[in-house]
């Protein structure tokens, strides 16, 4: 990108911090909570995931936009980051089936970016302090003026974000003469989970986020799925109500991410804000009902209590972080229902999890049986 023809942008954080840097794709004032992402790839599908809307995204690799983009790249109708911050955003591309540039993807969706910052120097200081708000600005330039904007920002803690994002109406994909039928409940669904399911098999029909239980047994499935999505998943009272609803039924049931914490909070497990969450494509995660470890794709800021999960007469832990022995995977005991933390889909991401959606059709298949 010629930096001689950029405006300038300020990028603010809630704890005073400020970085300089020049504005990339759509001009303007963004604002949500920081957070980073330190996978090198995939940044367009990590763009459009529904589980990062209200958040300003640093993207930790030297460079983004390199490879272009496709409409065929994506995770949802529309990219979903309030904001990206990036070290070299590229508007020159070398992919030749990349149909455009970073640059013009991003002003079409209207997404305020800073680039050239030091990234790493801004990952380390979120790890030590923490997810904060911040504000990236390439119009107002007096800080006192954008700690006042900064100031009106809400804390992503009791935020309910998930309807936000969800469809608006009920849709369907998969063969509807196949005998595994699944309600999804879209808090904000990624796209390859989907497809992961109808690659399968599956009959899929996709709910709103605040479709009744009554609703969902309407479409007489044979397993439930609660997605992904973003925000504070204990402010979800409609959901958690849900979720409780659809176990009476003893059906098969599989969450993922904000899933798994819906899961927990439906077994009285609460959940936490953390401390800056986990973002990438290198997590690593032990089965411990197999023994094997697995790398994974994570994207979440909020976890489940591992002290509540131990002590919990209902539930049995799956899944650990290897990195910090957080709950990564949680079973019902006496119930076909289980989830996952983390996206065993990974787009982006290595496929060493997808084994879950194997798990999930067969616990449907042995349950009508």
Known sequence: ???????????????????????????????????????????????????????????????????????????????????????????????????????????????????????????????????????????????????QILNNVPDMAGQELSSHVSTTAAYELGDANSSIRIAVMDYGVKKNILNCMVERGAYVKVFPAKTDAATLKSFNPNGYFISNGPGDPAAMNYAITTVK???????????????????ALANDIPTFKMHHGHRGLNHPVKNLVSGKSEITTQNHGFGVDPEAVRQSPNVEITHVNLNDQSIEGIRIKGKPAFSVQYHPEATPGPHDSRYLFDDFINLIKQHQN
């Open 245 to 263: 609803e659809i176990l009476k039924e003893n059906k098969p049931v599989f969450g993922i991410c904000l899933g798994h914490q819906l899961l």
């Open 1 to 147: 990108m010629n930096t001689a023809t950029q405006k300038k942008a300020i990028l603010l954080l809630q704890d005073g911090t400020v970085c300089y840097g020049k504005a990339f794709g759509a001009t303007g004032i963004a604002t949500g909570e920081i957070c980073f992402n330190t996978g090198m790839t995939g940044y367009q599908e990590v763009f459009t995931d529904p589980s990062y809307y209200g958040q300003v995204l640093i993207m930790n690799n030297a460079h983004i936009g390199n490879y272009g983009v496709r409409p065929t790249d994506v995770e949802s109708e529309s990219v979903k980051i309030k904001g990206l911050i990036g070290r070299n955003l590229e508007d020159q591309y070398s992919r030749r089936m990349a149909e455009g540039s970073l640059d013009e993807y991003l002003k079409k969706q209207n997404i305020v970016c800073i680039d050239g910052v030091d990234t790493r120097m801004l990952v380390e200081h979120v790890r030590v302090k923490g997810a904060m708000n911040c504000v990236i600005s390439s119009d107002v330039t007096d800080l006192v003026a954008l700690q």
